[in-house]
Each structure stands twice: as C-alpha cells, then as structure tokens.
C-alpha cells in the first residue's frame, strides 16, 4: 500500500466522498449510540443528494477548504471547509475506517485548517468519536458537550404562538445581521443552501427578530435569534408542524442554551448527549441551535 497523497478535491470526487461521508458517520453513530436512542441509520440517497449539493456550492465558494486524501488512486477521505467573514467551520470530515490511524486525518485537517489561517474564530460540530475528538483538541478547540431531544411531541403543551411568516429569499439581510449578533460572522449564501432544503419561518417585531430553518419532520436544523423567548417561540413553531405521533429529534444543543431544554421537557422530549460543538475564540452561539454542516 502505497502512502496517502492529499489533494485539492475536484468536483468527480464528491460522490465518492459522499459514500464515505455516509459510512464513517455511520459506523460512529452504531458504535456510540445509547440503547434509548432510534437505532443509527446510514444517510439515505435522498439527503446524499443535498449533501452533494452543499458540497458543489463549496467549490465554488471556498476550493482552497475542499481537500481529499488518495491511496494508491482511491479516495479514502475527505474536508470541506468554509470561511464566512472572519469564521471558519469545518463542514465535514471524513476518512474510511480501513484507512484509519496513518495520519491521514491530521493531515487533512491541516490542509483545510489552513484556508481559514486568517479567521477569528472558528466552529464545526463534532461526534464523539473519541480519536477524532482527541484531534480536535489537539489542534487548539475548545469542546462542549452537545445534546438532543427525542420523543413525541405532546400536541397539548404545544401554545398558540403569534406573529411568525413564513420566509423567503428576500429575508437574507435580515437572516445575516441575526446571524452576525448569535454567532459572530453571517451565512450568506449558505442560506441559499438552506431555503433550497428547507421551510424558514421569521419573527421580526418589537420583542425581538430571528429565524428557523425547519425540517420535514419539525425539528429546527437552524434556528437563531436575539433573545431567548424569540428563540422558544420560534423552536414551538417548528415542533407544531411535526406529525402527530411521530418521532422528533432535536440536534445540536449546548448547554448555553438551555431555554431549548426547557421546550423540549414541556413538549415531554428526553433529554440525551450525543457529540461536541468544537469552537476556536469564541463562545458557543446563543439563542443559537446550529446546522450539523454550514454551522
């Protein structure tokens, strides 16, 4: 077996990043989950398709963060890395796990760590991968516990909640100041990305202004604002448009905000742990749930 060559990634390699994307975080996810939780399942083709999609985008907008790593001609791991004004963040990272423990993750996080050399701060979500963890803090961040809500919904605790649009492509200014007060630099066109995959409901009024990007199942996959009462109102609006009697997880929860926590235990969610939000100069983001990729 000949050593690993790290490269720029071309736009033939995605799929094949894709697929390993799908596997390594699903190997994870088998070896980590708890027996409370929904049994792990590999990424779908469906949402494959959206991952490749936010990839491309990627490309385009940041080629020098995109790198893949080839052993004797087959690629074998992958990042993809955006810089957003003076941010960093990781989208993914990956490598097989038959390729695992030669470096080569080290050095792929250095070539994507590299694109952001001039950033502030930086931010990417991690599993609990306790080799890849240990990389991460390593290269200088900071890791917070994230956790998840799973359950149910009680349709009952649900409340009437007033003055939320639904939003489109003229909202983006708005969206990017909110993004500027939570998390310190704007999404820009991430949130093409995101309107392209997902409902966005808006609060803007006198009481406060944020947004949520909300999946097909009601959970918020984004949500931000600038207080925490606008933040629950709008994660209640998310977890009303899920199916009655149908499972829904809520992702990426710090304990920085906990007003999350708190609306999950009214809608009778559990509450679990499950990964790190790794961050570089910075706080975690709050009221702020992030995007597993674009942050």
Request: proline share 5%; with cysteine.
């Amino acid at each position: 077996m000949t050593a690993p060559v790290v490269r720029p990634m071309r736009e033939d390699d995605l799929e094949a990043f894709a697929d390993i994307t799908a596997t390594s975080y699903y190997e994870v996810d088998a070896r980590t989950f708890q027996r409370a939780w929904p049994d792990p399942v590999r990424r779908p083709p469906a949402r494959n398709g959206a991952w490749i999609s936010r990839t491309r985008a990627a490309l385009r907008t940041d080629a020098a963060g995109c790198w893949v790593a080839e052993v004797d001609g087959e690629v074998v791991g992958g990042a993809v890395s955006r810089v957003r004004e003076l941010m960093w963040i990781l989208a993914s990272f990956a490598v097989t796990p038959a390729h695992q423990g030669r470096g080569i993750g080290t050095q792929l996080m250095a070539a994507s760590m590299h694109h952001g050399r001039r950033c502030l701060r930086g931010m990417f979500a991690a599993s609990a991968d306790p080799g890849a963890v240990r990389r991460y803090r390593l290269a200088g961040f900071d890791l917070h516990p994230q956790m998840l809500l799973s359950g149910v919904v009680d349709r009952s605790a649900i409340p009437v909640v007033e003055r939320v649009r639904e939003g489109s492509s003229t909202d983006i200014d708005l969206l990017d100041s909110i993004d500027r007060r939570t998390r310190g630099a704007a999404h820009l066109s991430d949130h093409e990305l995101l309107l392209a995959q997902f409902r966005l409901a808006v609060i803007d009024d006198t009481t406060g202004s944020g947004y949520a990007y909300v999946d097909t199942d009601g959970a918020p996959a984004l949500l931000a604002a600038t207080n925490r009462r606008t933040a629950a109102r709008l994660m209640w609006e998310a977890l009303a448009s899920s199916t009655p009697g149908a499972q829904v997880s809520v992702h990426h929860i710090t304990a920085a905000n906990a007003w999350a926590l708190d609306v999950g235990l009214a809608a009778r969610l559990a509450i679990h742990q499950n990964g790190y939000l790794c961050v570089r100069h910075m706080s975690p983001p709050a009221p702020y749930l992030h995007h597993g990729s674009l942050l």
